[in-house]
């Protein structure tokens, strides 16, 4: 392609588009070393009902690089996608967050609460998907009602026939499912009623605005109406105030999560903050 070009357009392989790509390579090489070496490590979000009780933790990766320190996922999650190095991590996630439920079970450590897991679309779509998740439940014989996956609406849509199918063989064993970042994605609801979810998660990006935007407010009040119309429950992400935090309980959501309460802290942290929430 390049060789075809004429003198005056773009050339296909310019010097920056090669720097990305090897950069992009680089990336790749390094995150085959951090699966092999256990680089990976999970971060514990408490969800909150009112201020002081803990009904559940998302748990959100990091990346601990030998020399770049900790990465977020906003990094490296896309190109684990592209290059399938997503299925081994995802994997990762999803026995390492049943190890924690065990632990917490047989310590008896508090009344326990569930954890949810982001699945990423490359993921979701295995063929083997479901068996994946109950042999990880199986293996450390874990209530399956411990387990949330949160879903986006994307991933959700982008295969609907694939999605029902899916979806209900793991709530028929009582996985549950959140929709995470509910209200950025596509304007047609009627998918919802076909799909069994337990949560709406709403996005950060309208709680953040709560107010500040009467429009963003008005939508945090619909989604709440909307969850309440579906039977389901409803959680905020990225509650930062006490205000937020007001009006979303007044309105009738059920749960927060945001750092108003906890940002994600590695598991030792976050048992500590939780010993100190009860003892308070
Ligand atoms: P998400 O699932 O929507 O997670 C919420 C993000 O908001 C997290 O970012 C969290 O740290 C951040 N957050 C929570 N509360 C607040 C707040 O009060 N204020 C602000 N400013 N931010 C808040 P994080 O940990 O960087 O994760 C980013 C995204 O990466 C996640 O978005 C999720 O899509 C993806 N991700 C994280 N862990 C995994 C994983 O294990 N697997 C997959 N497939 N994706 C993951
Ligand atoms: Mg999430
Ligand atoms: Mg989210
Ligand atoms: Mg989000």
């Excluded at 290059?83 to 190890?99: K, M």
Aim: net charge neutral; hydrophobic share 40%.
């Amino acid at each position: 392609q390049a060789k075809m070009a004429g003198r005056n357009t773009v050339r296909f392989f310019d010097p920056s588009m090669q720097a990305m790509a090897t950069a992009r390579a680089d990336l790749e090489k390094d995150l085959r070393r951090a699966l092999a070496h256990n680089q990976f490590k999970l971060y514990f979000q408490p969800q909150m009902y009112r201020n002081d009780q803990v009904v559940g933790a998302e748990v959100l990766l990091r990346w601990q690089h030998p020399e770049r320190g900790l990465v977020s996922p906003l990094e490296f999650i896309s190109l684990a996608e592209k290059t399938s190095l997503i299925l081994p991590i995802g994997r990762c996630v999803l026995d390492a967050a049943c190890t924690q439920l065990k632990l917490w079970e047989r310590s008896a450590y508090s009344r326990q609460f569930r954890l949810a897991v982001n699945v990423s679309a490359r993921q979701f779509r295995t063929v083997d998907f479901v068996e994946q998740v109950q042999q990880a439940l199986n293996s450390k014989g874990i209530n399956p009602e411990l387990l949330e996956l949160e879903l986006t609406e994307s991933l959700v849509l982008e295969n609907i026939n694939d999605t029902i199918l899916k979806m209900h063989a793991l709530r028929d064993m009582g996985v549950r499912f959140s929709l995470d970042d509910f209200g950025t994605g596509y304007s047609s609801f009627s998918y919802l009623t076909q799909l069994p979810f337990d949560q709406l998660k709403i996005d950060r990006s309208f709680v953040r605005n709560i107010g500040v935007k009467t429009s963003d407010a008005v939508i945090v009040q619909t989604i709440i109406g909307m969850a309440h119309n579906l039977g389901i429950e409803v959680i905020a992400e990225g509650v930062e105030t006490e205000a937020q935090r007001l009006f979303l309980e007044q309105h009738g959501c059920h749960a927060c999560q945001g750092f108003l309460f906890s940002k994600p802290v590695p598991i030792e942290e976050f048992i500590v903050w939780h010993r100190r929430l009860r003892h308070q």
